[in-house]
């Protein structure tokens, strides 16, 4: 079954660190780009982050920069995305998805398949 799952989502205090988790099965996720979406609450999805299956390149988006880390395991088949510094408008529901070309939204250049994969992770960032 092919499948894409994120987790490591939880409740953070600002400035706490989160580690997310997009574990896929079914494909080798080292072939596509993979990339972070997130959307908080009555605000519209916005691309965080991804890492190129060309190259391992990595983008992000300035809202984080600095902050997120994304990276992968291929042994683990699995993309990760490293939290730091949170703040509470970091506090969103994160999904990671593919690439596509009958993908429906842009970033970074890329067409990205949404509303596909999995339900995503939350994250609250609140003292």
């Known amino acids: 079954q092919v499948q894409l799952v994120e987790s490591g989502g939880g409740f953070v205090q600002p400035g706490g660190s989160l580690r997310l988790s997009c574990a896929a099965s079914g494909f080798q996720l080292r072939y596509y780009h993979i990339g972070w979406f997130r959307q908080a609450p009555g605000k519209e999805r916005e691309g965080v982050s991804y890492i190129s299956g060309t190259d391992g390149s990595t983008y992000y988006s300035e809202s984080v920069k600095g902050r997120f880390t994304i990276s992968r395991d291929s042994a683990k088949n699995t993309v990760y995305l490293q939290m730091t510094s949170l703040k509470p408008e970091d506090t969103a529901v994160y999904y990671c998805?593919?690439?596509?070309?009958?993908?429906?939204?842009?970033?970074?250049?890329?067409?990205?398949?949404?509303?596909?994969w999995g339900d995503g992770t939350p994250v609250t960032v609140s003292s």
């Open positions: 998805t593919t690439d596509s070309e009958y993908g429906t939204e842009w970033f970074g250049g890329i067409r990205w398949l949404m509303d596909y």
